[in-house]
């Protein structure tokens, strides 16, 4: 039998004499860094330490471009939405122990929301390995069971040679989908060992695909298309695999109202017929689908703030498309689907007939109207004209990040991302401190347009030193920080359930003298100008921050 070896990478003459003859003084830090540039990666973020410093000296020898940020969690932020915005891998650099532990949070907000983050962790010498408690500094008995139920895979390297297969393993895994965070440990000897071996060279590390069985695609092809009452709920798995024209294409050829999770905004236009936009925590809405007899779930795995906090019974048959297999069937019993959202609904929409269904558009304008009727019946007027304001400062196109402050909650139904993969949040884990440091992460990814971050003043704090990284790397991200004196979400959770607060004020800073202060403008706003304090910031180069003392409030629930 014979084998063809016409696509096994082949080297050049220039390439085989490096490699017969590699450039003295290289260690395995080099062996890192030419591997991920092997890979395609053009950036880096990360923070120094004691056991990575060979790999951080090694990035002085290469063309990768480094982000340095103040707090490992915040690097991991950054390196999150960089995978989001591009698609690519987002190597993040640590060190062992605290650096790296201190990354966990930033790790599992990667994980909930599918984002393509390669973290490289040194470790303490091999000679410490496996539990021993010799006390070397940083030492932990098992550092990677710290990572293992939060990232997709981890990789062990204990030699030098072995860090090239172990980088492509893992990025290979970090683009699989679902796309996810992955760990790589490699001990500080090992990372600082000379190294006669020859320079990496182009790795292949293709992700294999996730396809739909042709036998599952006929039978949601034939349900959806004989459905009286079908309804489709997209998810962040359709952004994420650039499938948002099929879906649009799907919806339209079959007449199905499409409502988008908030992993999900901007994943169907929010002004289309078709569009019942966002408002998943609203009973009208849930009704709705659950009168739906065919309901098809794309790229969600119907989580609590998609299912209305799980008060959501759908009454007719699920089809549910998902790359992530453990998802499937994780919630309601469904036709399910093990695929990337973007093969799946291509294949549907080549196998679906039409389905004619004047009804579909005025059902859906009776469901806005009485979502709008429920929210006008509320004194609610600030909170809408503040998401207004952003809406009209933001240019279409430009990304913005918002951390777990009511405005964002506002955010989650109301605000009209426009286009797709441009309006994100760390409603996959829950984290606080995620907007600011992963707007930087956007802004390194593309510098040609304005970020907007999104915090209040409690979720500010956690990432106030990333200022001194906005100023340092001249970063186009304006920060609007609503100050309400404390954290206002806990503060209405308390008082609505126990009738007063514990532990949700806070003394806080004067934000504009502590933006200034750092060299990044700052501005004081009023709602009634906050839209042109907000365009006029993210209209400015460089970084800046705006400031909204406010009181905000969210609307009533209907899940209780």
Do not use: C
Not at 355 to 367: F, I, M
Not at 464 to 484: F, H, K
């Amino acid at each position: 039998m014979s084998h063809d070896h016409d696509d096994r990478p082949q080297l050049t003459p220039a390439q085989a004499e490096a490699a017969l003859n590699p450039p003295p003084g290289r260690n395995g830090g080099d062996l890192v860094i030419e591997t991920l540039q092997g890979l395609g990666a053009t950036t880096v973020f990360g923070l120094p330490g004691q056991h990575a410093l060979g790999m951080f000296d090694a990035l002085r020898r290469s063309s990768l471009t480094y982000v340095g940020l103040r707090v490992e969690n915040n690097a991991g932020f950054a390196a999150d939405a960089y995978g989001r915005i591009t698609g690519e891998v987002a190597p993040l650099l640590l060190s062992t122990g605290p650096g790296a532990l201190t990354s966990l949070a930033a790790l599992q907000e990667a994980a909930a929301a599918s984002a393509p983050v390669l973290a490289v962790s040194s470790q303490i010498p091999t000679a410490g390995l496996g539990g021993g408690r010799h006390g070397y500094l940083h030492e932990l008995r098992d550092q990677q069971a710290s990572f293992r139920d939060i990232v997709k895979s981890v990789h062990t390297v204990r030699t030098p040679s072995q860090i090239p297969s172990a980088i492509a393993a893992a990025w290979e895994s970090a683009l699989t989908a679902p796309h996810g965070p992955v760990w790589v440990e490699i001990p500080q000897d090992v990372l600082l060992a000379e190294t006669v071996l020859p320079v990496v060279s182009a790795l292949d590390a293709t992700p294999r695909e996730v396809y739909p069985r042709p036998e599952l695609t006929l039978v949601a092809a034939h349900l959806l298309s004989h459905a009286e009452r079908p309804a489709i709920i997209a998810g962040g798995g359709v952004v994420r695999s650039d499938a948002t024209g099929k879906l649009r294409a799907l919806a339209e050829k079959i007449n199905a109202p499409v409502v988008t999770t908030f992993g999900g905004k901007g994943a169907f236009p929010w002004e289309h017929p078709l569009s019942l936009r966002s408002w998943l925590e609203d009973r009208h809405t849930t009704d709705f689908l659950e009168d739906a007899d065919i309901l098809l779930v794309v790229g969600s795995g119907l989580g609590e703030l998609s299912s209305n906090y799980h008060t959501f019974a759908p009454r007719g048959r699920v089809v549910q498309i998902e790359a992530d297999a453990g998802k499937l069937e994780s919630n309601h019993p469904a036709l399910g689907i093990h695929s990337d959202a973007r093969e799946a609904l291509s294949d549907l929409l080549d196998t679906v007939e039409p389905r004619p269904d004047g009804t579909a558009a005025e059902r859906v304008r009776t469901v806005l109207h009485a979502v709008h009727d429920r929210i006008a019946a509320q004194d609610l007027t600030l909170e809408q004209q503040v998401i207004a304001s952003v809406r009209e400062a933001l240019p279409d196109t430009a990304p913005s990040f918002w951390d777990m402050t009511i405005l964002a909650y506002w955010a989650w139904s109301a605000f009209d991302a426009r286009h797709p993969n441009t309006m994100h949040s760390a409603q996959g884990a829950g984290g606080l401190g995620y907007a600011f440091p992963a707007a930087l992460g956007a802004a390194v990814a593309d510098a040609t347009k304005p970020v907007l971050a999104v915090s209040g003043d409690g979720g500010a704090m956690y990432s106030i030193a990333e200022l001194a990284t906005a100023r340092q790397y001249d970063l186009p991200v304006t920060w609007l920080i609503v100050d309400d004196g404390g954290y206002g979400i806990l503060r209405e959770y308390m008082t609505g359930a126990f009738g007063e607060t514990t532990a949700t004020e806070l003394s806080r800073p004067d934000f504009v003298a502590l933006a200034e202060s750092f060299g990044v403008p700052g501005v004081r706003t009023t709602p009634e100008s906050l839209a042109a304090d907000l365009g006029k910031a993210l209209a400015a180069p460089g970084p800046s921050v705006v400031v909204l003392p406010a009181l905000l409030k969210m609307f009533e629930p209907t899940h209780l």
